[in-house]
């Protein structure tokens, strides 16, 4: 984190204020913590909705660290996500928050589907 919020303050003269981690498995409970102390102000992911047994029930959330620091945290319903005005309309639909904030980010495009790419063949 620390190389990268270097780069930001080379690069754009000021620290990234927003922690993206869309396909991690797993988030430590001092996570908001060191990202605090990183300049870190918000938290977004999509992995929270890769389980079929417990419902996780936000999608606009404070996660509270174990030493109490509050991180504002989105839980974002895709990645990889069309543009098409069905699927624009159906993430609107699925996201809980509407009342407490009104707007959402869309992730578009597509990453790399979880494959490594090898450089002798690109």
């Known amino acids: 984190?620390?190389?990268?919020?270097?780069?930001?303050?080379?690069?754009?003269?000021?620290?990234?204020?927003?922690?993206?981690?869309?396909?991690?498995?797993?988030y430590c409970a001092s996570l908001p913590q060191i990202l605090k102390h990183g300049g870190v102000r918000y938290f977004m992911t999509t992995k929270l909705n890769w389980n079929d047994t417990n419902v996780f029930p936000y999608d606009l959330f404070r996660w509270v660290g174990i030493d109490g620091t509050p991180m504002l945290s989105y839980l974002?319903?895709?990645?990889?996500?069309?543009?098409?005005?069905?699927?624009?309309?159906?993430?609107?639909?699925s996201y809980r928050q509407k009342d407490v904030y009104p707007e959402q980010m869309l992730l578009y495009g597509h990453g790399d589907g979880g494959r490594r790419r090898d450089a002798r063949n690109a």
């Open 1 to 26: 984190m620390l190389y990268g919020q270097r780069f930001y303050q080379e690069e754009f003269g000021r620290v990234s204020d927003i922690e993206w981690l869309p396909d991690t498995f797993g």
């Open 76 to 93: 974002n319903h895709g990645i990889n996500e069309h543009t098409t005005p069905k699927d624009i309309h159906d993430h609107w639909q």
